[in-house]
Nanobody, 115 residues
Framework: QVQLVESGGGLVQPGGSLRLSCAAS????????MGWYRQAPGKQRELVAR???????NYKNSVKDRFTISRDNAKNTVYLQMNSLKPEDTAVYYC?????????WGQGTQVTVSS
């Protein structure tokens, strides 16, 4: 089992920045993928960004030039730095950890971009 604890969401004005954190604990294997997904009201959950244990990253096209995913292996923590936020980025953001074919999810953190 892997447990994920997220933090860092909140209310921000358009053009502002937020940093989300996701701390993982439990039985973490050396090969994994961690990512951030988001779900807006009435929409399906979608991948925002992910990073492999080897350091490879992928981004949703609409966030590629504004968001950065990174990790601190010593702390088993993944971060999502979000800059130039737009109202359409408003959603609940979920941390995901995938290993050995199993998915683990955090509780979600609300990000609201509004003036």
């Amino acid at each position: 089992q892997v447990q994920l604890v997220e933090s860092g969401g909140g209310l921000v004005q358009p053009g502002g920045s937020l940093r989300l954190s996701c701390a993982a604990s439990g039985n973490i294997f050396s090969i994994y993928v961690m990512g951030w997904y988001r779900q807006a009201p009435g929409k399906q959950r979608e991948l925002v960004a992910r990073i492999t244990s080897g350091g490879s990253t992928n981004y949703k096209n609409s966030v590629k030039d504004r968001f950065t995913i990174s990790r601190d292996n010593a702390k088993n923590t993944v971060y999502l730095q979000m800059n130039s936020l737009k109202p359409e980025d408003t959603a609940v953001y979920y941390c995901n950890h995938r290993q050995l074919g199993a998915d683990y999810w955090g509780q979600g953190t609300q990000v609201t971009v509004s003036s």
